[in-house]
């Protein structure tokens, strides 16, 4: 997927897709900080359409690079709000 084709097509959803995916790629060749950027935007995305799916994976995203930043706190309220996420 192409973020830049997505974003001209002005395809919100595709855009929250592929901020996922590129912020799996980073998170799998360890920039975890990069990983964070696009995750947080795949969050964003996912609040706006009410994708309670795409925002616990995205919350979880976020932990699970948290955690390999040495952020315990930050990742545990994340990992928090990715459980609350399945009760609402």
């Given at each position: 997927?192409?973020?830049?084709?997505?974003?001209?097509?002005?395809?919100?959803?595709?855009?929250?897709?592929?901020?996922?995916?590129?912020?799996?790629?980073?998170?799998?060749l360890g920039n975890f900080v990069e990983a964070i950027?696009?995750?947080?935007?795949?969050?964003?995305?996912?609040?706006?359409?009410?994708?309670?799916?795409?925002?616990?994976?995205?919350?979880?995203?976020?932990?699970?690079?948290?955690?390999?930043?040495?952020?315990?706190?930050?990742?545990?309220?994340?990992?928090?709000?990715?459980?609350?996420?399945?009760?609402?």
């Amino acid at each position: 997927m192409n973020l830049g084709l997505v974003k001209e097509l002005g395809d919100r959803a595709a855009q929250g897709r592929a901020f996922g995916n590129l912020g799996n790629t980073h998170y799998l060749l360890g920039n975890f900080v990069e990983a964070i950027k696009f995750h947080r935007q795949r969050l964003s995305i996912a609040k706006e359409f009410g994708d309670k799916a795409a925002e616990r994976r995205a919350y979880s995203n976020l932990g699970n690079a948290l955690i390999f930043l040495g952020q315990f706190n930050a990742a545990t309220e994340y990992y928090s709000s990715a459980e609350l996420s399945f009760c609402i």
